[in-house]
């Protein structure tokens, strides 16, 4: 399938870390870049990190110190890796292909999501 597919949210203490994995494999377009996402209970959706394709990465302000985005090419596969895990990263994290599809378009695509929860 072209969108991709997001795993490893769950249930986490404050302190502890969390690998997300996107599955990229069914992209068939030309991808610019990959992106996770969050999106947390009555707030907008905010762009957390993401990876280009020639591999430099971006972090918002809130995560970078946390985060860590990376790739394995053989298995199309984008990860997010969480570390000191705090209350306020409990979202929903989404996975976004940023590809270059029909006719030449430029657009995204996204993943259903990953439910990640922060909680003694």
């Known amino acids: 399938q072209v969108q991709p597919v997001e795993s490893g949210g769950g249930l986490v203490q404050p302190g502890g870390s969390l690998k997300l994995a996107c599955d990229a494999s069914?992209?068939?377009?030309?991808?610019?870049?990959i992106g996770w996402s969050r999106q947390a209970p009555g707030k907008q959706r905010e762009l957390v990190a993401s990876?280009?394709?020639?591999?430099?990465?971006n972090y918002s302000d809130s995560v970078k110190d946390r985060f860590t985005i990376s790739r394995d090419n053989a298995k199309n596969t984008i990860y997010l890796q969480i570390n000191n895990l705090k209350p306020e990263d409990t979202a929903v994290y989404y996975c976004n292909t940023n590809v270059r599809s029909w006719g030449g378009v430029r657009r995204d695509f996204w993943g259903r999501g990953t439910q990640v929860t922060v909680s003694s």
């Open positions: 990876i280009s394709s020639d591999g430099s990465t």
């Open positions: 069914g992209t068939v377009f030309t991808v610019y870049y």
